[in-house]
């Protein structure tokens, strides 16, 4: 006799959950999602870094945005779902776990993605996490009735652009990048059209917190970076360049950390037109916290004296994505919050200086210009403070 409340159904009905519940949040079973993303991230942000020491930044930067599209889509695409569907039963759970397979195949082709541009695994790894989610819709198309016909539309939708993808492998370049270009858009219309008639039940509060989680996620890269900082710097003989790179990517963690977890995006999560923009605005902002991630270990290297490229470009490594952070961050909470929770003038003042922050590297060193960085976010972060609490 199973111990009550303990025990995962065999089967429960895919009836939908209520977006009213309260005290909802990310599951055990989400997590342990995440955490195979990990290494997706983390192998995407290893080889972006690669390809900047080596003097490739431009083809890096392109692959890198490849690779992180589809480990991006397919999680926010299984958060969605889960939002609205999530059963915990047997078979939701073995399809998740499917899911995660194919998180593990595409991590294990990055490397050969972006150093030999063979996208045949990355391909697979993606088909092997999109097609569990086609039958979680064709499960939601039987059992909820009145969600029959989005489901449908996923399912057809999500099916088709796989296909595609799959013949996408056959096209020679460039003509595979303008192949990518169309189905990028194909796969961000699917929902679209999927929620034209009839919306998914999804839960505000909940979809925050699984943002939340991938923030983290992201952030992680930076920490990993800071870290081998400071452990490069002890073992240099304390390096000021090094422990000044470590403290300047600290801050930028914190601070990025901060100005995403204010609170309160799941009240401007209105309607799903909002929440759609909302969501894929995210891209930028997580493929630009795993690019900074990137940019801070080049900038480790350069601090030691092992970057085989100019400073100023290690510079833009970390600039850039800091400030994609800021600027998106600044719209995505003016989408959510019209009447303006965020202050446009430090945000956007705090973007155009860090981007000047790389002109340092050339004569004070790189670590100079990543900690003033870090500090001019300290210094937005608090105008922003300010402004709100007046």
């Known amino acids: 006799m199973g111990v009550p409340g303990l025990q995962t159904p065999w089967r429960r009905r895919m009836s939908g959950r209520d977006p009213g519940e309260e005290h909802r949040a990310s599951t055990p079973l989400e997590l342990l999602f995440d955490l195979c993303f990990v290494v997706g991230v983390a192998q995407a942000a290893a080889q972006l870094a690669h390809g900047i020491e080596e003097g490739h930044a431009g083809s890096a930067v392109v692959g890198f945005a490849m690779v992180f599209f589809a480990i991006w889509w397919a999680w926010m695409n299984f958060t969605w779902f889960a939002s609205a569907y999530d059963t915990d039963d047997v078979p939701y759970r073995v399809l998740t776990l499917l899911q995660m397979a194919g998180v593990l195949i595409l991590a294990a ?232 929770s965020a202050a446009p003038l430090p945000v956007g003042a705090g973007a155009v200086v860090v981007l000047v922050c790389p002109l340092l590297a050339p004569s004070a060193g790189i670590g100079v210009a990543v900690l003033v960085m870090g500090v001019v976010l300290v210094a937005v972060l608090v105008a922003f403070l300010r402004t709100r609490h007046t």
């Open 109 to 340: 082709g990055v490397p050969v993605a972006l150093n030999d541009y063979d996208f045949r695994v990355v391909t697979i790894g993606y088909a092997v996490m999109r097609i569990p989610m086609v039958l979680q819709w064709l499960r939601v198309a039987r059992e909820h009735p009145e969600g029959r016909q989005t489901a449908y539309r996923y399912a057809i939708g999500i099916g088709v652009v796989q296909v595609l993808w799959l013949l996408r492998l056959l096209l020679p370049h460039p003509l595979d990048h303008v192949g990518f270009a169309v189905l990028v858009l194909a796969e961000i219309a699917v929902p679209i059209w999927a929620e034209r008639r009839h919306t998914t039940a999804w839960h505000p509060e909940h979809i925050v917190d699984r943002f939340g989680a991938f923030t983290i996620i992201v952030l992680g890269e930076v920490i990993l970076a800071a870290a081998v900082a400071f452990g490069g710097a002890i073992s240099d003989g304390l390096s000021t360049q090094q422990i000044m790179v470590a403290v300047g990517g600290l801050l930028l963690m914190f601070t990025i950390w901060w100005t995403g977890f204010l609170g309160g995006d799941e009240h401007g999560l209105v309607t799903t037109r909002i929440a759609l923009i909302w969501g894929y605005g995210h891209y930028l902002v997580f493929a630009a916290i795993a690019a900074l991630g990137a940019g801070l270990e080049v900038a480790v290297q350069d601090a030691a004296h092992e970057a085989h490229v100019a400073p100023l470009t290690v510079g833009y490594a970390v600039a850039i994505p800091v400030a994609l952070v800021l600027v998106t961050n600044l719209v995505l909470r003016r989408i959510v919050w019209p009447q303006g």
